[in-house]
């Protein structure tokens, strides 16, 4: 009965590679939010898409791409990463008329 | 854009006495505050929120009041345990019209310790 998932947990892996994370909501929300979360526990908010749709898009490099095959889904995928991408990811949902947002167990992804 | 900012960084308090944290947010727009809790190796949990036309807010152990003149809210926990450890994060946003999604800001977080 898990509200949020995001897979995987964990993510080790070198500079240069691409990688995705993939996250899945259960909630029947229609708008989906993808955080950073850096090592001083800062939380920042990446990317939201309504309805499939962006409709945030904060200064973040173009190596990362969202993705939204629908309501349910929202996929970070991530080029030519950098040791700086290390981070705690989070996926989040939210119904847009009640705000109130949900939050999966993140990925911590790590960059060597 | 939204500032929000948050004191204190962390809190030590006994078993059974009450925590206070509190925030303060730049934006006269914003319109909605939760409160999230974040357990070690976990994802945040809202615990409490409160909208810009609500004073006080209690839920059991947990109260938050906002002050939109000045512009600051708070969480008040009552008679703590050891469980109530974790880390509290405040958050503000406006919008939540229909098409939008609300752009929480949030606040740096307080490492809340609860000694037995």
């Known amino acids: 009965d898990t509200a949020v998932s995001q897979t995987p947990k964990y993510l080790v892996t070198q500079m240069g590679n691409d990688k995705s994370i993939k996250c899945e909501q259960n909630?029947?929300?229609?708008?989906m939010y993808w955080y950073k979360q850096d090592s001083k526990k800062f939380l920042k908010i990446m990317f939201s898409?309504?309805?499939?749709?962006?409709?945030i898009n904060e200064t973040v490099p173009n190596r990362f791409s969202p993705k939204s095959p629908d309501k349910a889904h929202l996929n970070l995928h991530i080029n030519s990463l950098e040791l700086g991408d290390s981070a705690v990811y989070f996926c989040?949902?939210?119904?847009?008329?009640?705000?109130?947002?949900?939050f999966g167990p993140g990925t911590r992804l790590t960059v060597t | 854009g939204e500032n929000v900012e948050q004191h204190p960084s962390t809190l030590s308090v006994q078993e059974g006495d009450s925590a206070v944290i509190k925030c303060t947010y730049s934006?006269?727009?914003?319109?909605?505050f939760p409160w999230y809790k974040q357990e070690l190796g976990k994802g945040p949990q809202l615990i409490i929120d409160?909208?810009?036309?609500?004073g006080e807010k209690k839920d059991q152990r947990i109260a938050v009041t906002l002050n939109k003149t000045a512009k600051h809210f708070s969480l008040h926990i009552t008679e703590t345990q050891p469980e109530d450890s974790a880390v509290y994060f405040c958050?503000?946003?406006?919008?939540?019209?229909?098409?939008?999604?609300?752009?929480?800001?949030f606040g740096s977080g307080t490492q809340l310790t609860v000694l037995p």
């Open positions: 989040a949902s939210s119904q847009e008329v009640l705000g109130e947002q949900y």
């Open positions: 909630l029947g929300h229609d708008t």
């Open positions: 898409y309504n309805n499939k749709e962006l409709i």
């Open positions: 934006d006269s727009a914003s319109n909605y």
């Open positions: 409160i909208r810009s036309n609500v």
């Open positions: 958050a503000a946003s406006r919008g939540g019209s229909s098409g939008s999604a609300r752009q929480l800001t």
